[in-house]
């Protein structure tokens, strides 16, 4: 089984924040009513890459940039910020997190098997649903791949401050 993602989740105002300076990425939900996802596939990535230049990965992730973090930084001034990631294939590998709330940090980017998401998904405001963790509250399990997230209709924001 594979599940491989990178996203922001933030509150709608720092989600629009977000899809502007991701090249105006599409927000989703999933199951979450508060909380929306930005996915950051290639034309995300690649629009921080061309906006801002290149910049090395962040310890082992495979896709937070250190300038993709100062953008989850900037953008949580809007609201609280998380960024996740999952890189998981027959059940090894990994997942990551960092969260920002008002421009400062309250989880450092973080890797591990398992925890690192529920953790910043908590710091910035989301409780777990009876029965559940963060990550499926969320509903982060129902989706393997940022394609699974892309399938989904798009939400239609008003324009963060």
Sequence with gaps: ??????????????AAALSRAL????VF???HADFLVVPIGDDAFEA?????GTSELTGDFWRLTANLAE??????VHGPVAYVETDYFGGLGG???????????VLAPTIDEIGPINVALRAIGLAPAAG??????LGLGL????????ERTPETLDAAP
Aim: glycine share 8%; net charge negative; with cysteine.
């Design 23 to 26: 090249g105006d990425a599409p």
């Design 132 to 137: 559940l963790d963060e990550f499926d509250t």
């Design 48 to 52: 921080i890459e061309v906006a801002q």
């Design 95 to 105: 997942q990551g997190a960092a969260a920002w709330i008002a421009g400062k940090p």
């Design 143 to 150: 989706v393997r791949g940022l394609d699974a997230i892309d």
């Design 29 to 31: 939900r999933l199951k």
């Design 71 to 76: 953008v989850g930084r900037e953008c949580s």
């Design 1 to 14: 089984m594979v599940h491989t993602i990178a996203a922001f989740v933030a509150k709608p105002p720092a």
